[in-house]
T-cell receptor, first 114, second 110 residues
Framework: DVKVTQSSRYLVKRTGEKVFLECVQD?????MFWYRQDPGLGLRLIYF???????EKGDIPEGYSVSREKKERFSLILESASTNQTSMYLC?????????????FGPGTRLTVL | KQEVTQIPAALSVPEGENLVLNCSFT??????LQWFRQDPGKGLTSLLL?????REQTSGRLNASLDKSSGRSTLYIAASQPGDSATYLC?????????FGAGTTVTVRA
């Protein structure tokens, strides 16, 4: 079974703090993704990576950066957290870019910025 | 830009009734369409994936159809059970990216 793990289930941070969200997958997947999920807005793509050290902006990259130094790990970084970044953050991975490739999701990190 | 709509937003049915969940999308140039299940406060679990060349997929009590030309997909859940209570999300993929609908929240009453 594919396993996607996220470093924390719940996180509380203060405005202005630097925040790291970590995601690890154990199936040698090429592609990894970060989404945020907000009531009424659904899931929105922040960034994705199709290879080590490669990254592409999604729909809402402002205020975020990412790092992929190793294939199995994809980090989301909030350089200076703000209250409007309070949200559920979901990481996903997929084997490749074929039409048959499913995205597998982690359990999510609920981030609260005070 | 791909827009994905799910109707209805919420549904409540008695146990044993069949469920019909609808998804529509605006751009038919898709790689695939996926249906996911999400339990409260949890991540997403993939239920079915239909490639753009396919018309339907089945898994147990679940059946999903895809009509690319009209931009529609339907998820059928037969003989619903209280354990089917969850939010169901439809997502269409173009290139790398998934575009999600807002979901249909299903309650199955015992």
């Amino acid at each position: 079974d594919v396993k996607v793990t996220q470093s924390s289930r719940y996180l509380v941070k203060r405005t202005g703090e630097k925040v790291f969200l970590e995601c690890v997958q154990d199936m040698d997947h090429e592609n990894m993704f970060w989404y945020r999920q907000d009531p009424g807005l659904g899931l929105r793509l922040i960034y994705f990576s199709y290879d080590v050290k490669m990254k592409e902006k999604g729909d809402i990259p402002e205020g975020y950066s990412v790092s992929r130094e190793k294939k199995e790990r994809f980090s989301l970084i909030l350089e200076s957290a703000s209250t409007n970044q309070t949200s559920m953050y979901l990481c996903a991975s997929s084997l490749g870019a074929r039409p048959s490739d499913t995205q597998y999701f982690g359990p999510g990190t609920r981030l609260t910025v005070l | 830009k791909q827009e994905v709509t799910q109707i209805p937003a919420a549904l409540s049915v008695p146990e044993g009734e069949n469920l019909v969940l609808n998804c529509s999308f605006t751009d038919s140039a898709i790689y695939n369409l996926q249906w996911f299940r999400q339990d409260p406060g949890k991540g997403l679990t993939s239920l079915l994936l239909i490639q753009s060349s396919q018309r339907e997929q089945t898994s147990g009590r679940l059946n999903a159809s895809l009509d690319k030309s009209s931009g529609r997909s339907t998820l059928y859940i037969a003989a619903s059970q209280p354990g089917d209570s969850a939010t169901y999300l439809c997502a269409v993929r173009d290139d790398y990216k998934l575009s999600f609908g807002a979901g249909t929240t299903v309650t199955v009453r015992a």
